[in-house]
């Protein structure tokens, strides 16, 4: 119960681009075609999950252990970077076909603050692995939830006559005001 | 004349390459932080701390980084300088830290930080590469404080915690929660864009 009130959380009630406001640079940048938005979405769901599972054993095994934890974020840090890394390098050896589809995002995501924002929150909850993991893997899905919507929505907008000076980034703005808001309908889906 | 280029390596971070309203840059912590002034200004000044120090050490160790590993060596340098910001914050201004919560750390991702490094602190003497890192860091930080006088008139009838309207003002909730720190940021955008539409037509008639 406790785990799937997390992942309901996480997926809408607090989701991450929506609420939280991180991974704003791929949702604006990625999200101009659906396809794309998807890929983006799973590769970031993808690495959002393992690094959460990875910062939670570093984080409980070593950092705490040895009474280090003022070097959580370097620590976290260079686990993404040297995480995607290692993803990027698996992928292209076992699924040529995921790497095609991936390519491009994949090193984008070590900048995705999105990614470290996980391992921050999981930490600062004090989730035990199995609540970490879920959770990393609903902001996956929340994530991907919020781009994909966003790209089907800026595909229609393409087409509209939008007045000049909101052009560009000032339009995706507003559209992600409105979708804001509607998201916060789900807000009233768990108590407390 | 250098005196002159100083002077435009620091203002282009208020104007004409202004981090939040032209670049887009660093958009996690514009939108999340910018509740009321004095959040935006923390957030603002933390980001300007970082970025100063962290082009400090790039522009001392840049000779000796390795071209192949220098974004993960610039990484970790900018997250010891938020770890340092971090641990002051906590014990010198733990309200403000806890409004500002986990988007402190998020500083070590924000691409304004790294950005300058790569386009400008590799490339520069050590002089215009701190110019510039000021100039940018301000612009920041002036950025948040208008997104956040706007957002903390409107959403709370406050300014710095002082009510301006009176009793009989009743605030637009909104404007304080996640769909108002969009909104805001989108309409300022593109008054942005609309000012710098009108400057370049009156710069096209004068000729």
Known sequence: ?192 | MATKSILAEFTKGFGKDNPTFVQVLGMCPTLAVTTSVVNGLGMGLATLFVLFFSVLITVLIKRVVPDGVRIAVYTVVIATFVTIADLFMRAYAPPLSKALGPYVPLIVVNCIILGRIEAFATKNPAGPALVDAVGMGAGFTVSLIILGAIREILGSGKLLGVSIFGSGFNPLLVMVLPPGAFLALGILMAIFNALKDRNSLVVMEGR
Do not use: H
């Open chain 1, 1 to 192: 119960m406790n785990v799937l009130l997390i992942a309901i959380a996480a997926v809408v009630v607090n989701n991450f681009v929506l609420s939280y406001f991180v991974g704003i640079c791929p949702f604006i940048g990625v999200s101009k075609k659906i396809d794309a938005a998807l890929s983006m979405g799973i590769a970031v769901t993808f690495v959002m999950t393992l690094t959460s599972i990875v910062t939670w054993l570093i984080t409980d095994l070593i950092l705490v252990r040895l009474n280090m934890p003022y070097l959580e974020y370097v620590a976290y840090i260079v686990v993404i970077a040297a995480l995607v890394q290692l993803v990027e390098m698996f992928i292209r050896k076992t699924s040529p076909a995921l790497y095609k589809a991936l390519g491009i995002y994949l090193p984008l995501i070590t900048t995705n603050c999105a990614i470290l924002f996980v391992a921050l929150l999981q930490a600062m909850r004090n989730y035990n692995f199995i609540q970490a993991t879920v959770f990393g893997f609903a902001a996956g899905i929340g994530f991907t939830l919020a781009i994909v919507i966003m790209a089907g929505i800026r595909e229609q907008l393409e087409i509209a006559d939008v007045p000049r000076p909101f052009r560009g980034a000032a339009i995706t703005l507003i559209t992600a005001s409105i979708l804001a808001l509607a998201f916060m309908g789900f807000s009233g889906l768990i108590a407390a």
